[in-house]
């Protein structure tokens, strides 16, 4: 499972072309590489990914701890890799639950996904946790429904560029 992060890189074959999900400064580029996954040397949680005529993609691991083992090219618990990501542990905003404790009914954003949410009801003090649907659509916080990125203000306005 690979969530989206929304940033702006670009390298030779996509100038100016955004990325998909949150800002992050980066000096990587693919310019030179085969199309492939690559760790980030920053954090073991994300990798690169390069696509001929594509921008550079920074992808996280799946939430909960996994970290990216550039040997079998996939996320793994920090426990099955060897190298520095053996020893990588969940930063403490990772492992922060959402919770629907003191909260009313309705929709809320999931601070990591801008096409996730979760959903309060009176009959579950758990969240459900929805996504949008397919297509590129974003959690709109205002009008609580998913609607396209453009529509919306913050850092979600440029997703799926």
């Keep these: 499972m690979h969530l989206l992060i929304k940033e702006v890189l670009t390298d030779d074959t ?6 998909h999900d949150v800002p ?14 690559y760790a980030d040397p920053a954090d073991c ?3 690169y990914e390069c696509v001929l005529g594509h921008p550079v993609y920074h992808r996280p691991c799946a939430p909960g701890g996994t970290v990216y083992d550039p040997a079998s090219l996939r996320c793994m618990w ?3 890799v060897s190298g520095p990501c053996r020893a990588y542990t969940v930063p403490s905003s990772q492992t922060e639950r959402f919770s629907c404790a003191g909260k009313a009914p309705g929709h809320y954003p999931d ?4 096409s996730r949410y979760y959903e309060c009801t009176l009959l579950s003090s758990e ?3 929805r996504d949008c649907p397919p297509g590129g659509l974003v959690f709109d916080a205002g009008r609580q429904y998913c609607t396209w990125p453009w529509s919306v203000s913050g850092p979600c306005v440029n997703y799926g560029q």
């Design 45 to 47: 949680s994300m990798y």
């Design 24 to 37: 992050v400064p980066s000096t990587f580029t693919c310019t030179g590489k085969q199309p492939g996954m």
């Design 127 to 129: 969240p459900f946790h």
């Design 14 to 19: 996509s100038a100016n072309v955004p990325a």
């Design 78 to 80: 920090p426990y099955e």
């Design 111 to 114: 601070p990591d996904s801008c």
